[in-house]
Structure formats: C-alpha cells, structure tokens
C-alpha cells in the first residue's frame, strides 16, 4: 500500500497535478507535448494524465450552459490543437477519447505516413467507406458523414472508434453546418500531421515506450500493451529488451526509466 501510494504521489507531480490549472491554449498544447499522452477525461482509477483534470480550475465560472469556463476552454482545446498540428485527438485509449503530442503520433502511427495508406489496414466496409471519403472530400464534419453513410449515433462512435485505434483519423475542429451544437470535424491523419517531407521520424514501439514509462513514472507490461493495444507477451518483450540495453530498469514487475535518463521536469 505504501508503494503504491508513493507511486500516487509521484504521478501527481509528473502530471503537473500540483500546479495551477492550464488556462491557455499554449499550456495545454505544452501540457500535451510534456507527457506524451493524455485522456480527454480522466477515469476514477487515474489510470493515465487527463487533459481535463490539468484544466480543472475549481474556482472557474460557471456559464449559463451550465458548466464552468474551465470545462468550456477544454473543450476548446481539444478541437483547435490538432487543427494547429499541436495534438491527435480521437478514440485511441480503449476506445476513449485521447490527445497525443506530435512526437507520440509519430512514434505510434504504424502506417505508411500517406494519405491513402489505410488501404492496406484491415478495416470495416463502413469505416474504409468514412476514409476513402475524407481521402476524396478533405476534412468532414461528423454530421455529413452519419447522413452520407446512414449512420445512428451508436455506429458513428464505432467508427470513429475503428479508425481512432489504427490512428488513421483526427479530430480536426467543428463546423456549424446544420441546427444545434456545432458538429465535429474529422481528417486523415496523415494529411494533417505527415503531409511534408522529413515530417516523419517514427515508428518506434521501443521510443513510445521510453515515452509511456516517463510520463506514468513506472509501468507494468500489462499497463504498456493496455495503453497501445499491443499483445501483453510483445510489451514484456520489448520492456526487457530496453532493460538489456541500459535504457530502463525493472524489479517487482514493474519497469522505469534509470534514474539518470528522465529529463527534468518543467
């Protein structure tokens, strides 16, 4: 108990949970690019950083939506920094909706870098239809796409869940192009972070994974391969080898980087 209460601690340091809440675009998109990746909301367990929880702001006012104005900038965020390059958003951690920097987009993309590479990606009839549309149309507001594909409400979200996980597709802004709440914007991935030369370095398992271990302080394979949807057998693997190459250290189970390798905190 008093491991894992230590661990607690130190992950509200690293997640800069201790600080004064982000208030602007610029922290978040820095929040962001510090741990690598975050949840949009946080889960009961704090299993992973949370964009959300960084902007809480309990002293925020409220608005007559009904929410306060630190849940009104988040909100913001997460639509405008991938439309800046600065953040992935979509449905990558179990489904969830997450933010990415730039460096982790690239390290995880596990495809060709090109705006039609997710034909040689497995995917549904329905969600090759969604990509072959964005290839063809550009970036596309969640409502054209529900009424060009007959999709309810329930089918859109397994899409957007399909093509989140394979990283082929971003939240890319909203559009006001019908009644109601503005409608979010989707695009390919590749077009918005890989569409110049030399825009890729990546992809790396074993840099994402110095990545994840830095930002959760320590981590067990089984957080790893849950986190990027990697059997548990290749996240054990990998983790040793980086152990055998001085590039991180393990006991009881649990893997971190050497005390010497984690850069200084901002």
């Given at each position: 108990?008093?491991?894992?209460?230590?661990?607690?601690?130190?992950?509200?340091?690293?997640?800069?949970?201790?600080?004064?809440?982000?208030?602007?675009?610029?922290?978040?998109?820095?929040?962001?690019?510090?741990?690598?990746?975050?949840?949009?909301?946080?889960?009961?367990?704090?299993?992973l950083p949370s964009l959300r929880e960084a902007g809480r702001d309990e002293e925020a006012e409220m608005l007559p939506a009904g929410?306060?104005?630190?849940?009104?900038?988040?909100?913001?965020?997460?639509?405008?920094?991938?439309?800046?390059?600065?953040?992935?958003?979509?449905?990558?951690?179990?489904?969830?909706?997450?933010?990415?920097?730039?460096?982790?987009?690239?390290?995880?993309?596990?495809?060709?870098?090109?705006?039609?590479?997710f034909q040689d990606v497995a995917l549904s009839p329905q969600a090759r239809g969604v990509a072959e549309h964005l290839l063809l149309?550009?970036?596309?507001?969640?409502?054209?796409?529900?009424?060009?594909?007959?999709?309810?409400?329930?089918?859109?979200?397994?899409?957007?869940?399909?093509?989140?996980?394979?990283?082929?597709?971003?939240?890319?802004?909203?559009?006001?192009?019908?009644?109601?709440?503005?409608?979010?914007?989707?695009?390919?991935?590749?077009?918005?972070?890989?569409?110049?030369?030399?825009?890729?370095?990546?992809?790396?398992?074993?840099?994402?994974?110095?990545?994840?271990?830095?930002?959760?302080?320590?981590?067990?394979?089984?957080?790893?391969?849950?986190?990027?949807?990697?059997?548990?057998?290749?996240?054990?693997?990998?983790?040793?080898?980086?152990?055998?190459?001085?590039?991180?250290?393990?006991?009881?189970?649990?893997?971190?980087?050497?005390?010497?390798?984690?850069?200084p905190r901002p």
């Amino acid at each position: 108990m008093h491991e894992e209460s230590a661990l607690h601690e130190q992950r509200v340091r690293r997640w800069h949970m201790d600080r004064p809440p982000l208030r602007t675009a610029d922290e978040a998109g820095a929040y962001i690019e510090d741990v690598g990746l975050c949840l949009l909301f946080g889960d009961k367990a704090a299993s992973l950083p949370s964009l959300r929880e960084a902007g809480r702001d309990e002293e925020a006012e409220m608005l007559p939506a009904g929410w306060g104005e630190d849940l009104e900038r988040v909100w913001t965020w997460k639509d405008m920094l991938p439309t800046e390059r600065r953040a992935w958003c979509g449905r990558f951690l179990g489904g969830r909706q997450a933010l990415l920097s730039p460096r982790m987009t690239d390290l995880l993309y596990p495809h060709a870098g090109e705006p039609d590479d997710f034909q040689d990606v497995a995917l549904s009839p329905q969600a090759r239809g969604v990509a072959e549309h964005l290839l063809l149309e550009g970036p596309t507001s969640m409502r054209v796409v529900r009424e060009a594909f007959g999709l309810d409400g329930r089918g859109a979200q397994k899409v957007l869940t399909e093509l989140g996980r394979e990283l082929l597709i971003t939240n890319y802004g909203t559009r006001q192009d019908g009644p109601g709440w503005p409608s979010c914007v989707i695009e390919l991935t590749s077009r918005v972070f890989f569409d110049s030369p030399g825009a890729r370095t990546g992809p790396s398992r074993e840099e994402a994974a110095l990545v994840f271990l830095d930002t959760m302080v320590e981590a067990t394979p089984r957080e790893v391969a849950r986190a990027f949807r990697w059997t548990a057998k290749d996240a054990s693997a990998l983790l040793d080898g980086l152990v055998r190459g001085g590039r991180a250290e393990t006991g009881d189970g649990r893997y971190r980087l050497p005390a010497d390798a984690a850069g200084p905190r901002p």
